[in-house]
């Protein structure tokens, strides 16, 4: 009896451990499959959309890990990436280059894009120390801003990419046009008792957290923690600060670069113009559920928080709508929700979401 005792007791304390965030969002999304599937709902159709927004999620939440470890906190100006992304997208579907090799070029060009604009934004941020959060969003806004126009004025007349009338590229380009729409998604997609796996995804999110593992057990990447955590012993210790900063943010907006790939292939189409502008804060949300902090962040925190976020998010929407049929604010819950659970995190961030 008092073995049984200690090892509820063990339990207990190791469910306190948890981040009151990731219980919150967790119980929340087991309280919406329950009800789901007491409306009729199989559990096989909810978990496989939530593995769906997991899948074109989770690189763009895994793009916070550098910054956050290096001591600027969440990347709040995301959009540098996308838009990088984006543009990458752009120049190889103007070339007409289709399927696999479109990824792949894409990837390539979005990393050099991302390196490139990251190296200028890690500057803005040496020079901001202290400010990072306030400056970030709206540099995001501004660079998504630019691109507004660029957008109008890239000399690109693919049929398929610019307006039926001419002048710029459209809000949307199907890549199904392309044959470039789930290229990843259907990779060795299987099927498991009616669960949808996508494995294409799965394996490029997952082979980028163990590279970002791996990449925190080299010596940068222990150098880059040391200035998250104490920039004044860092610099003491011999390790230039200024430097680490800047290839945090250069990895960020690189991997935020070749995340907005897997999103828009997983979706079948390139979203522009105001497509980045809020993209930052549900990724963000997604690592501070999964029980991250301003100052410390895990794959972890990532695996777990993008899962239960986006999780909910997808199922809460088709659930919500039959259980208040006829109701004409279902997705305004819905986005209720979302921006609760994102303005929670936000205000839980110092404190690592307890």
């Not at 579907?93 to 200028?120: C, E, Q, T, W």
């Not at 949307?172 to 995804?201: M, S, V, Y």
């Not at 394996?203 to 955590?229: D, E, H, Q, Y």
């Not at 301003?294 to 986006?310: C, P």
Request: glycine share 12%; proline share 3%.
């Amino acid at each position: 009896m008092t073995e049984l005792t200690k090892e509820n007791f063990s339990l207990l304390n190791s469910f306190r451990k948890i981040p009151f965030s990731t219980r919150a969002v967790g119980g929340l999304y087991l309280a919406v499959l329950i009800l789901g599937i007491v409306n009729g709902f199989n559990i096989s159709t909810l978990l496989s959309a939530s593995l769906h927004l997991f899948g074109v999620w989770a690189v763009l939440a895994l793009a916070n890990v550098p910054s956050i470890q290096a001591g600027t906190g969440p990347n709040f100006a995301l959009p540098i990436g996308i838009v990088s992304g984006l543009l990458a997208m752009v120049l190889v579907l103007s070339l007409d280059i289709k399927g696999m090799a479109f990824i792949l070029l894409a990837a390539l060009l979005a990393i050099v894009f991302g390196s490139l604009a990251g190296y200028l934004y890690g500057r803005l941020m040496n020079a901001v120390k202290g400010s990072e959060m306030a400056i970030a969003p709206y540099t995001g806004f501004a660079i998504t801003a630019v691109f507004g126009l660029l957008w109008l004025a890239i000399p690109i007349g693919h049929p398929h990419m610019i307006f039926f009338l001419g002048g710029g590229l459209r809000h949307q380009i199907p890549l199904d046009q392309f044959d470039a729409n789930f290229i990843l998604a259907r990779f060795l997609e299987i099927e498991i008792f009616g669960l949808e796996i996508r494995t294409g995804e799965l394996l490029v999110v997952f082979a980028g957290c163990f590279l970002m593992w791996l990449f925190f057990r080299t010596k940068t990447g222990i150098a880059m923690s040391a200035v998250g955590r104490n920039p004044m012993f860092a610099k003491a210790s011999g390790i230039n600060v200024d430097r680490s900063r800047v290839i945090a943010n250069m990895m960020s907006t690189a991997i935020a670069a070749l995340g907005v790939i897997v999103y828009a292939q997983g979706f079948g189409f390139v979203q522009l113009y105001d497509f980045p502008m809020f993209m930052a804060f549900p990724a963000i949300a997604c690592i501070l559920v999964g029980g991250a902090s301003g100052q410390r962040a895990k794959v972890a925190n990532v695996i777990v928080g993008t899962f239960l976020f986006q999780g909910l998010m997808a199922t809460a929407l088709p659930v919500f709508t039959r259980v208040l049929e006829g109701a004409g604010f279902v997705n305004a819950l819905r986005m209720i929700i979302q921006n609760g659970i994102i303005l929670y995190a936000l205000s839980r961030m110092s404190k690592g979401g307890n």
